[in-house]
């Protein structure tokens, strides 16, 4: 079973805040990543991360940012929430090369009023 | 571009019935294939990977992959309510490449 964090799970946040979501992982694996998606829709990739230092933009544009300063930790910044934000956001990781089997983390699911 | 196509559904089968999911995939160079169960409101959870042309079993859930039709199905046996939820098919070239999702088929199996 995948060890994979989430925080929070729910968040309700009025337009304009600034917000992080947390992931966090003890598996050691090298990648991680950041999917949207909305109820009933397919996942969107935002972001993703080789390692420490390294992030890159998903297939899906995003007004948020991601950083990874820790093997273990893959946090993502919204640095002004509007209701476009709203949605679920899934968090995953895999191995290194090779490694493409992704664990997916319980998601949080934000509401920007 | 690489593509996974998944039919919508709603697949309906009834309780005890096989159900057959479909997948199909445009980059010929694709190494890994997936099968990821997601039900209402939760995150994906991988049911069976498969790597070889051929068929793959773990308890009720078989695997089949074609490779020179770019075609992975998964066959789910003896079906039972709590199979009901959208089955992802997911695709990958290796390496340090990301997964490619489809869509989703929404399964619904009836008592």
């Known amino acids: 079973e995948a060890d994979i964090y989430q925080t929070p799970r729910y968040l309700v946040i009025g337009t304009g805040k600034k917000i992080t979501l947390e992931c966090s992982q003890t598996?050691?694996?090298?990648?991680m990543y950041w999917y949207q998606q909305d109820p009933g829709m397919e996942l969107h990739l935002i972001h993703y991360?080789?390692?420490?230092?390294?992030?890159e933009k998903g297939d899906l544009s995003s007004e948020s940012t991601v950083s990874r300063i820790r093997t273990e930790h893959f946090p993502l910044t919204l640095e002004s929430a509007r209701p476009s934000h709203t949605s679920q956001y899934l968090c995953a990781s895999s191995e290194g090369y090779g490694g493409d089997t992704q664990y997916f983390g319980p998601g949080t699911r934000l509401t920007v009023l | 571009q690489k593509e996974v196509e998944q039919n919508s559904g709603p697949l309906s089968v009834p309780e005890g019935a096989i159900a057959s999911l479909n997948c199909t995939y445009s980059?010929?160079?694709?190494?890994?294939f997936f099968w990821y169960r997601q039900y209402s409101g939760k995150s994906p959870e991988l049911i069976m990977s498969i790597y070889s042309n051929g068929d793959k079993e773990d308890g009720r859930f078989t695997a089949q992959l074609n490779k020179a039709s770019q075609y992975v199905s998964l066959l789910i046996r003896d079906s039972q309510p709590s199979d009901s939820a959208t089955y992802l098919c997911a695709v990958s070239q290796g390496g340090y490449s990301t997964l490619t999702f489809g869509k989703g088929t929404m399964l619904l199996v009836s008592p």
């Open positions: 598996m050691g694996h090298d990648k």
């Open positions: 980059d010929r160079v694709s190494q890994s």
């Open positions: 991360s080789y390692g420490v230092n390294s992030t």
